[in-house]
Structures are given as C-alpha cells and as structure tokens.
C-alpha cells in the first residue's frame, strides 16, 4: 500500500447483524467482530440486531451512517427466499468497491471450498463511509474483518473522503 494515500482518520463503527433468530446472547458473529474491532482500538458507535426486511436494513443502515464511518453488517447475503441484505444496500451505494467480494471469495474458497460462489459479500461507499456486508457466520465475519476490512478501512475511508 502506498502510504501517501493513506491519513490519519478516526474510524467509529457500527455492527449490524441480520437474523430473524438472534439475539444478543446468541449473537456470535457480531460479539466477534465487536472484539476484533476492539482489539484495533476502534469503538463501536452503533451495534443492532434486524429481522431479515429490506426496510429493517436499510433503517439500521441509516441510523448507523449518522454516527459511525465503517458499517460492517453480517447476515442476508446468501441465497435463500429471506436474504435480502444486498438487494437493501446494493442500490444505496455511491461507489462498490467489487474488489472486496472477489476477495472475499477466493479467501473462502482455501476454508469451505466451491460453496464460497454462493456468497454474495459486497461492500462500498455512501457519502464517504464504508460499508461492508459480509456473510454471517462466525468464521465468515472473522476473515472478512481480520483479512480484508482492519487491514484496509484507514486507505478506504482516506480515498473516500479526499
């Protein structure tokens, strides 16, 4: 990475967790990514969990973009009659960074193999904030925030807020 691009930046982040089965105590992948978020020092504004809706989503995605610049929501993005995170955020994107679901793809693919195309992670800017949708199991989330977010998010956010 070439470091002139990249600036200080103050990162506050929101995690959202789509499911219609969880709750706090059972909420794994978003307890994990709370913690891998801690351990950079970068707090965490706004954490919710939503029923799997387009409304739902795209409510705590709003809420979440008036405090926090790195929204990082897991859950929704697979393939079954419920999922529904992409088809939420996709459209509100100013910019898709397409880079980061073939990433996150081929990352998959040494951990669950072929089944990895059936994930639809994608991530991009609104109103220079990142925002991330990561599939919402717990190994999912820890590679996608270990391997490909924390080691990004100061570059990301200083390209889309020049």
Not at 88 to 93: E, G, I, N
């Amino acid at each position: 990475m070439n470091k002139d691009h990249v600036r200080p930046f103050p990162i506050s982040a929101a995690v959202i967790t789509v499911s219609s089965s969880r709750v706090p105590d059972t909420d794994t992948s978003g307890a994990t990514i709370k913690k891998l978020l801690a351990g950079q020092d970068i707090p965490v504004g706004y954490y919710a969990i939503i029923p799997d809706r387009i409304d739902a989503i795209r409510d705590a995605l709003f809420a979440a973009l008036k405090t926090t610049n790195c929204i990082i929501i897991n859950g929704g993005t697979g393939l079954t009659f419920d999922d529904c995170t992409i088809e939420a955020v996709s459209p509100l994107l100013d910019k898709k960074m397409d880079g980061f679901g073939e990433l996150f793809r081929m990352k998959s693919l040494d951990q669950i193999g072929t089944s990895s195309m059936l994930s639809r992670a994608i991530a991009g800017i609104i109103s220079g904030k990142a925002v991330f949708c990561i599939p919402g199991s717990t190994p999912a989330v820890t590679l996608a925030t270990t391997e490909l977010i924390l080691p990004e998010i100061t570059h990301i956010l200083s390209h889309a807020n020049r």
